[in-house]
């Protein structure tokens, strides 16, 4: 049982690339999320999944795009990188009847 | 929507001093409340919750009471470690509107406590 595992651990990217950070989940949980975590700001919601096929918008949502095939992905893809998304982006998850929430253990992404 | 004033740090400490770190929200309904920890270089880990008024969850020595009448969650620990150095994020848990389920968090209070 791994848990919420993220891929990669670190990138850097040019502005205007594009790429997906990736999330994987062996729980079987409904629940996904995207979060990014800035200084002196705590974590922000980018994107949520209550389920495969269901995905909705969070805090911070322009940007990023999100699908959710299969209840153990939930990709985040950046369109078009700009150094405002230089951040560290957790992934996490909680099956649908827990309170807790499972995080992966981050990316850190650098834009220049 | 929600949201969630934490006690700024850095905090530092020596080891077996008693740590406080204030957490009030703001939140429709009846939130759930949350403390979560991060270590360095890792994912975030929940520490402890309270799911009504007047609960007090409690894990690992750390306390936090749910006090609906101040909408407050402080995290207090009697004697701190050197291995709680971590920076520490209160959570609410909406019950309500576009809150439900929506986890809003602090921006976080970094604890350092030295031998």
């Known amino acids: 049982n791994a848990g919420v595992t993220q891929t990669p651990k670190f990138q850097v990217l040019k502005t205007g690339q594009s790429m997906t950070l990736q999330c994987a989940q062996d729980?079987?949980?409904?629940?996904m999320s995207w979060y990014r975590q800035d200084p002196g700001m705590g974590l922000r919601l980018i994107h949520y999944?209550?389920?495969?096929?269901?995905?909705d918008q969070g805090e911070v949502p322009n940007g990023y795009n999100v699908s959710r095939s299969t209840t153990e992905d939930f990709p985040l893809r950046l369109l078009s990188a700009a150094p405002s998304q230089t951040s560290v982006y957790f992934c996490a998850s909680r099956s649908g009847d827990s309170y807790e929430q499972y995080f992966g253990p981050g990316t850190r992404l650098t834009v220049t | 929507g929600d949201s969630v004033t934490q006690m700024e740090g850095p905090v530092t400490l020596s080891e077996e001093a008693f740590l406080t770190i204030n957490c009030t929200y703001t939140a429709t309904g009846y939130p759930s409340l949350f403390w979560y920890v991060q270590y360095p270089g890792e994912g975030l880990q929940l520490l402890l919750k309270?799911?009504?008024?007047?609960d007090k969850g409690s894990n690992k020595g750390f306390e936090a009471t749910y006090r609906k009448e101040t909408t407050s969650f402080h995290l207090e620990k009697g004697s701190v470690q050197v291995s709680d150095s971590a920076v520490y994020f209160c959570a609410p848990r909406g019950s309500g509107g576009t809150s439900y389920g929506k986890l809003t968090f602090g921006q976080g209070t970094i604890l350092t406590v030295h031998p």
């Open positions: 309270a799911t009504k008024a007047d």
């Open positions: 999944s209550v389920g495969a096929g269901i995905t």
């Open positions: 729980m079987n949980h409904e629940y």
